[in-house]
């Protein structure tokens, strides 16, 4: 009734709301298989009457509708006609259940961050973007997400020349298995792995370091691994982790959650020069010096790296040094807790 009776008056229903979030993930089992349930019909129909009463909306999500795409054109009009000029923040994750560019997301003129699944992201889409003001694009896989092709290397060529102060995350969250989709050339500032499944593989840095050596900012692994994982040195990913970081110069902020041994520990902190976050499990960390002596190091080098990493707290205060800051490693409770989020840079 209060609704109907500003709405009277030429009032928006909902003045003063400014953050709106819908996620809509029904799954129910049946056959030996998993099967998702979208929105559609009267629930859409209900999202499509309640975002129509909100004129001053500044962050939105709208995710897991997984609609037909005959309904995608009908809700972003009813989105795009209240809060098109407006919105800051926009949140749309898996809209259908097959792939579909959504090129109705450069309606909204004023976004300053976007985050959608890639499969909604084509060429047409992501030229679109470039010619708005956005600053951040997140690209999120989740266990809803459909499989599909990255956009060409020779559209985020263009988008670098028309947009670079654009900075594009990938990240992975969610109970799921699949493997990062690899953007070529894109300039992607941080790779997100938010899943219990994810591993930091030989074949995944290859692939970070070829695309993106010049602009990697993040690399974060976050939630506890549901195995202890490999022991050893071979099959671990500490050579994977030390090979990033010597060739992505730019990185900041590293996060590890996977076991590494403490020499290996020892060797970001001294080989990370630009590291102003290291952050590993303690649970995670081997008392070993497990790496041969190349050439490349004296044998005074190769002797301190040994003593300190068969001590923990030698290793810690080693870790410190070569930081120049106070240093510790996290218990898995801390971890758990943990939740890196990238700041907005302004050029």
């Known amino acids: 009734v209060l609704f109907r009776s500003q709405e009277d008056h030429g009032l928006a229903a909902m003045p003063l709301l400014h953050t709106f979030d819908f996620t809509f993930a029904c799954a129910s089992r049946g056959d030996g298989e998993v099967i998702v349930h979208g929105t559609g019909g009267q629930i859409l129909e209900m999202i499509k009457q309640l975002l129509i009463r909100i004129s001053n909306l500044k962050h939105l999500k709208l995710n897991q509708l997984l609609v037909d795409e005959m309904d995608v054109p009908g809700l972003f009009d009813a989105m795009a006609n209240c809060f098109g000029e407006c919105l800051n923040s926009l949140e749309m994750l898996n809209v259908t259940k097959v792939p579909l560019g959504l090129t109705d997301l450069a309606r909204f003129r004023n976004l300053v961050k976007l985050t959608v699944s890639p499969q909604h992201l084509t060429e047409e889409v992501l030229l679109l973007l470039a010619g708005l003001n956005l600053l951040q694009l997140y690209l999120l896989q989740d266990p809803y997400t459909c499989q599909c092709e990255p956009v060409t290397c020779e559209a985020w060529k263009l988008v670098r020349e028309m947009a670079p102060c654009l900075r594009v995350f990938l990240e992975v969250c969610g109970n799921t298995r699949a493997q990062v989709v690899i953007q070529p050339r894109a300039p992607i500032y941080g790779v997100f792995l938010r899943t219990p499944y994810s591993r930091l593989t030989s074949d995944l840095v290859m692939s970070l370091v070829e695309n993106y050596s010049k602009t990697l900012r993040y690399f974060v692994q976050e939630r506890l691994p549901r195995t202890h994982g490999p022991r050893g ?15 992505c110069q730019t990185l900041h902020t590293l996060v590890v959650r996977e076991r590494i041994s403490t020499s290996t520990l020892i060797l970001l902190a001294s080989e990370g020069k630009k590291l102003s976050t290291l952050l590993v499990r303690r649970h995670g960390l081997i008392k070993r010096c497990d790496w041969p002596q190349p050439g490349a190091w004296t044998k005074e080098f190769y002797s301190r790296l040994k003593k300190c990493s068969l001590d923990y707290d030698q290793c810690i205060d080693e870790v410190c040094t070569l930081l120049r800051r106070q240093w510790r ?13 990238p700041r907005v840079e302004v050029l």
Do not use: A, E, G
């Not at 040195?233 to 010597?246: A, E, K, M, Q, T």
């Not at 490693?329 to 807790?337: H, S």
């Open 233 to 247: 040195i071979d099959v671990r990913c500490d050579s994977s982790l030390l090979f990033l970081v010597r060739r």
């Open 329 to 341: 490693p996290l218990t898995d409770k801390q971890f758990m807790r943990l939740k890196i989020i």
